[in-house]
């Protein structure tokens, strides 16, 4: 069997045609969803780049395998420990090997390993491709080495497993000069954000919101004009996300050239396609644009559209499925045995029989930018924030996501039942998670006792300063008296 697995970088499900958006960005995507089956309530367990992928691969909640953040202790994921065997069983038991297993010859195109040192990602693949630039390039360097590897193999091995990340969505906005801007002469009119939101959002702090895209400035570089540092008009609005949706067009664009070489080499019909992210993009949820900072729909959710032999065509899933659900469905698929470590449910029934196999509520973590745990459940977004990263967020948030999506309006004052909810989910999810665990330590307290997410660390100072400097000094003063609640929990 022959599957091609595409990793797209940060995107939002949300700004793709076949997920409903007005702009058309995602055609050759939108094909193989008509093909297969499209997954609406797809969470990454844990954000933002680094610990979802540690959740996938190693099928484990980050609470469990360590790797939480993007720096610090947190930034590592955990040994397996003093019984360890002669192979760490976490990497023989990770996504990767579970094609290993199935007798595919296995290979993956990405500078993901490189770009947060999390080599464990490699485990299980016989060839790996890195382009060398860290995260930092552009689509159309990655393709090459994918059309390559499939003109050597694509026809001439049965049984094989490609790997392609893409990372044209994410920050810095990239898509090249000569791609242009299909959607210049869009106005604004078919935007969730009007005039009257936009300014509602000037007026929010913290990083990468409209005064400070560049997370704690409004800096810019030439070499990405697509990438603004503020917007301070609708116009500016649109830049933003204009940048944004060329990268997904472009990603588009370029993993279509891997589509028709599928179907140049005769083997499109019969290879299973999967396509999916490792998070989403805020843009406006939580006053937040143009970065995955939150433990939110915006962020966690994520596309699933998976092609595979024997599905129904043009499958839509609405129940609640976390990422790591993925690989004891991929072991059904594949009568492949499954670790005793997995914290996924297989919807392996879903995509052969149309049963529903979705989960009644969902825990999502964010402690790279933010340390918050949300809970999905029904219509419901309820989140905890330990630290919200100079954002000034309550402790406690509620959202309905029915009736706002973009989680504009915070209702825990109506909805103090919804909010207990929440908070139990949270409560026995973290206890069962712990019990199971063969760790001792929750990886959030770690992450707070060494002074809190990576990208708020060492920034209090500065970015306080910054808001007294841009006449924005009760914003200032709000943040100054929070002061203490920043600080490693040690030192409280």
């Known amino acids: 069997m022959r599957v091609l697995f595409v990793d797209i970088d940060t995107l939002r499900p949300d700004h793709m045609g076949c997920y409903g958006y007005y702009r058309n960005t995602t055609p050759r995507m939108d094909c193989i969803a008509n093909e297969g089956a499209r997954f609406e309530r797809y969470y990454c367990s844990d954000a933002p780049c680094l610990p979802s992928r540690a959740s996938l691969i190693s099928g484990m909640f980050g609470i469990k395998n360590g790797a939480v953040g993007h720096g610090g202790t947190a930034g590592d994921r955990r040994l397996y420990g003093r019984d360890r065997d002669f192979k760490d069983p976490f990497d023989v038991g990770n996504f990767n090997n579970i094609f290993r297993k199935a007798g595919m010859y296995t290979a993956s195109v990405s500078t993901f390993p490189e770009r947060h040192s ?43 497993f490609l790997h392609v990340h893409l990372w044209d969505p994410h920050t810095p906005y990239r ?23 936009f300014l509602k959002h000037k007026e929010a702090v913290g990083p990468h919101t409209l005064n400070e895209l560049n997370m704690y400035d409004d800096n810019e570089d030439a070499k990405y004009p697509r990438n603004p540092g503020r917007a301070d008009d609708m116009a500016g609005l649109k830049r933003i996300i204009d940048g ?31 396509i999916t992210s490792d998070h989403g993009e805020n843009f406006g949820e939580l ?75 969902l825990v999502i973590s964010q402690m790279a930018h933010v340390c918050q745990r949300s809970a999905v459940f029904g219509d419901w977004l309820y989140m905890r924030t330990y630290h919200d990263g100079y954002h000034l967020f309550d402790k406690e948030m509620l959202f309905n996501l029915k009736e706002d999506i973009h989680e504009q309006c915070d209702v825990k004052d109506k909805y103090p039942e919804i909010c207990a909810k929440g908070a139990k989910i949270i409560l026995d999810w973290h206890d069962e998670a712990m019990e199971s665990s063969r760790y001792t330590e929750d990886p959030m307290w770690v992450v707070l006792s060494e002074g809190g997410p990576f990208h708020a660390r060492g920034h209090f100072e500065e970015y306080v300063d910054r808001l007294n400097k841009t006449g924005r000094s009760k914003a200032a003063k709000r943040l100054d008296a929070k002061g203490l609640s920043y600080r490693p929990v040690c030192e409280r």
């Open 287 to 361: 006053g937040i644009y143009a970065e995955h900072g939150s433990a939110d729909h915006a962020c966690c959710n994520i596309p699933f559209i998976i092609k595979w032999p024997g599905i129904k065509k043009g499958l839509v899933d609405k129940e609640l499925h976390y990422s790591l659900d993925l690989l004891p469905t991929l072991c059904d698929l594949l009568d492949v045995q499954k670790s005793e470590y997995w914290d996924g449910i297989s919807f392996a029934k879903t995509l052969k029989e149309g049963t529903p196999c979705g989960r009644e509520s």
């Open 118 to 160: 999390s080599f464990w990602f490699s485990a299980g693949f016989n060839e790996t491709f890195n382009e060398g630039e860290s995260g930092g390039e552009s689509g159309e360097k990655v393709i090459p080495y994918a059309l390559k590897w499939l003109d050597d193999n694509g026809v001439s091995r049965n049984d094989w």
């Open 175 to 197: 898509a090249p000069k000569e791609f242009g801007n299909p959607f210049e002469d869009d106005d604004m009119s078919k935007c969730w954000i009007d005039e009257e939101t």
């Open 244 to 274: 944004y949706d060329c990268g997904v067009a472009y990603t588009d664009l370029l993993v279509g050239q891997i589509f028709d070489k599928l179907k140049e080499l005769g083997i499109y019909e019969d290879t299973a396609i999967i």
